[in-house]
């Protein structure tokens, strides 16, 4: 018989699960830093589009939508789909560093924050496996537990973003326009480098399983 946790374990361990996730280095990292270099509110925007991916997940997992987890050939194509997108960026990353312009001209953070949520595979994979286990418990406490889940987890988001942004400001306030090259190098090396994965993940799972 499963342990019934109380609703105050369970914010507990919402917590903790959801910052051990927002805090493991990722390409919404990269961008958030990189965009921090221009503004120190930067990391709001990008978690608010990635809210805006992931709240409607949330709801779906938890009113019971759990079809999609039949369909296990999705998961490779967003990979693959994610690896472009992330190639993408890299390029007009590098583009502006080139042009002796450190910022990216393409993308919004608020808009960075969506594309880079919806074409993460294991923003999915995360949600089905981990996620899906919390919302369970979230369950049990209705749409009370439902509504703590949520803001908790994306309070979790929203915080761990904002310092991330805050820190990159604060670096080139005070070392200037070395820290912005930097930063930006770093941000195309760390894109590039998650779109080699996310795309010899997709092509392994294409021609060899």
């Known amino acids: 018989m499963v ?7 369970f914010s ?11 805090m493991a280095p990722g390409p919404m990292s ?3 830093i990189n965009h921090g270099t221009r503004s120190r509110l930067a990391g709001l925007m990008v978690a608010t589009g990635h809210a805006i991916v992931e709240l409607p997940v949330i709801l779906a997992l938890f009113f019971g939508i759990k079809l999609i987890t039949q369909f ?3 998961t490779t194509y967003i990979t693959l789909a ?11 990353t590098l583009k502006s560093l080139r042009n002796n312009n450190t910022s990216v001209q393409s993308y919004t953070p608020m808009v960075d924050g969506i594309v880079l949520s919806a074409f993460n595979p294991y923003f999915y994979v995360w949600w089905l496996t981990i996620g899906l286990s919390l919302i369970q418990k979230a369950f049990v406490f209705g749409t009370v537990g439902l509504t703590i889940f949520s803001i908790l987890h994306l309070a979790c988001d929203y915080i761990w973003l904002f310092v991330l942004s ?9 070392i200037g326009k070395k820290f912005k090259i930097a930063v930006s190098i770093i941000t195309v090396i760390m894109l590039y480098a998650f779109g080699i994965f996310f795309m010899y993940d997709a092509l392994h799972a294409i021609f060899f399983q």
Request: net charge negative; aromatic share 6%; charged share 0%.
């Open 12 to 22: 507990i361990i919402t917590l903790t699960v959801s910052l051990s996730g927002v």
């Open 72 to 74: 296990t050939n999705i």
């Open 3 to 9: 342990t019934q946790l109380t609703l105050l374990e």
């Open 82 to 92: 994610g690896s472009i997108v992330l190639f993408i960026l890299a390029t007009l």
């Open 30 to 32: 990269a961008v958030t």
């Open 166 to 174: 805050i820190i990159s400001y604060v670096g080139t306030s005070f």
